[in-house]
């Protein structure tokens, strides 16, 4: 498998991205194209690696930066690493790509350069958080700020597949989020996707609020890009302050040191459970091609684990069930 | 101060309603209305109060349950323990009422019995949730799932005018919730709201995000009701979440549970801070009367600090306020 890699995105490229994806040549076998300014990303590429033959340098000389507005940056900035990078799936050099750069310009290139897939209205960024329980996807978590129940209806199936087909989870339960359990409650949105979503064929759980999710009462958790986007940052925020908080308590005085210490292993394997790097990274889900969204601040280690992510979803053939599955609901979908 | 409280409302209902009047009549010298059925709070009341001339029993023979409909509920159930209350305000007899009954039926409750204030369009649901650096008020948490860019404008007022009066917080940050800080993000309601919000004569600091809201960047966060009530519940859960984690860590082994015994104080002490019972309740705001909403786990810490909420927006003549601000705003406000 070949993945293209925006060497230049995030805030710790090049050095981070360049290591994880060596690191990811080394533990997957797969194929890497690293995007960017050629010369600083040589450096990063430790002197056996020069050479190799799965590790690709591809120039290219411009960064889209965060505060950039999107469509402009990707229709100006013909030699990003961005834009570079999603030509190589476009022209079916690559079979996924890869990016910690901005979201929005990610998003936006993904639609002009590489397109959708036949019959997705609208592509959705999909993260996957930690529960109580396991993990559950947030679908759209702010592609679409503006959603019609249509679009829910897509978020569930490609969210549902995702989950079955690269994450392994038989079954999964889909929840549409909303602002109580009752079948009655919501906004317009809501109460008019309800319906579409009971009359696919998953396993839809109905309606779950916020604090369901973090509980973990579905793996699949459809919404609105604006409330999913809340509901993505409210669970990282909400985590990362308490462990700030915590790691306060615990270097207080000799005794609460001492004693986080004993705690330290627990403590570890507790915290890994809300560390994004565990998880790779996020999907764009309905665009033509396999695309990653990384964390901005990702290390080596969240690189290498979006490479796999990226080879679960080319190994499981995502790309060609979602045409089929999608093309089966055009066939009796009435909005 | 004359305050109703529904004491059949709540998990703990009536024994930590009753318990905690009687603790808030010791501690600030206000005089409770306990409204619901005469038995079942005689029971809770110590023999000492039982002729207290501050604690008075109201009969009410029926009671609302949270799966009710709202509205049929309060047009149907005109004995009920909510709807007596109720009308204790609208008739004037007490200063303030206070339930942790069914969110929906209060809120109905509220409009149906004892209106708005003038000029408000939409009362809202305001709790007020922890952050890293004190405390922020979520303001629509739910009362109107699908708001316009006016009711965000209302909410803004109220929400400023509670933190600045009733919490003594001066010139508090108002932020409004988006998707990113950028002027240009969000969807149609944010788009269409900033305008408004940015020409009000308040500490309006822009959009704040989901997760800089846990941070601390702002006392009053403005938004819908659907995603104020997914931000709210989704810091409850992943709260909630790791600090069930946390105790399973703490509790796995000798060795952990002499550091947890070591950390005890501190860890107290930082649970306190997500601890709702703190805060009391959340206030409906643009109701007509002094509106509190207690957790439906509410125990009688809970509804003793619910009072002493409901007292500081007695004292500080909150409504009489919010009706002259929303006035001056009326004169220039073109929707």
Redesign the interface.
């Known amino acids: 498998m070949k993945i293209a890699i925006d060497a230049m995105g995030g805030d710790n490229a090049p050095r981070a991205v360049v290591e994880g994806a060596v690191q990811a040549v080394q533990q997957y076998g797969v194929e890497i194209f690293l995007v960017g300014l050629k010369n600083e990303i040589e450096v990063y590429i430790a002197e056996e690696y020069k050479k190799h033959n799965k590790i690709h340098i591809i120039d290219a000389a411009e960064i889209i930066n965060n505060?950039e507005?999107p469509v402009a940056a990707i229709k100006q900035k013909k030699n990003s690493s961005m834009v570079v990078g999603l030509k190589l799936v476009k022209e079916e050099q690559c079979d996924a790509f890869l990016s910690s750069g901005s979201t929005g310009a990610f998003l936006a290139g993904s639609l002009l350069k590489v397109g959708r897939i036949k019959g997705i209205d609208r592509p959705a960024l999909a993260p996957i958080v930690p529960?109580?329980k396991g993990f559950c996807m947030i679908i759209d978590a702010?592609a679409n700020?503006?959603s019609k129940p249509r679009n829910l209806q897509q978020f569930a199936v490609m969210g549902a597949l995702y989950m079955e087909k690269v994450m392994g989870i038989k079954n999964p339960r889909v929840g549409l989020?909303n602002?109580g359990a009752?079948e009655?409650k919501?906004?317009?949105l809501t109460k008019q996707s309800i319906a579409l979503l009971r009359n696919l064929d998953l396993n839809f759980i109905g309606n779950v609020?916020?604090?369901?999710?973090?509980?973990g009462i579905c793996e699949v958790c459809v919404c609105d890009?604006?409330?999913g986007?809340?509901?993505?940052?409210?669970?990282?925020?909400?985590?990362?302050?308490?462990f700030?908080?915590?790691k306060q308590?615990?270097t207080?005085n000799v005794?609460?040191k001492?004693?986080?210490?004993?705690?330290k292993s627990?403590?570890r394997?507790?915290k890994k459970?809300?560390d994004y790097t565990e998880y790779g990274g996020a999907p764009f889900l309905g665009i033509n091609g396999i695309m990653i969204k990384a964390h901005g601040s990702s290390d080596a280690k969240a690189i290498k684990n979006a490479v796999r992510q990226a080879k679960l979803l080319y190994d499981n053939q995502y790309l060609n069930i979602i045409g089929s599955e999608i093309n089966k609901l055009g066939a009796d979908n009435v909005e």
Chains 1, 2 share one sequence.
């Open positions: 505060d507005a529960t109580e702010g700020v503006d989020l602002v009752e009655h919501g906004n317009e609020e916020a604090r369901d999710v973090t509980e890009g604006f409330s986007n809340v509901l993505l940052k409210s669970i990282e925020g909400t985590a990362l302050t308490i700030k908080m915590l308590e615990f207080k005794k609460s001492f004693g986080a210490m004993l705690l627990g403590l394997a507790f459970n809300f």
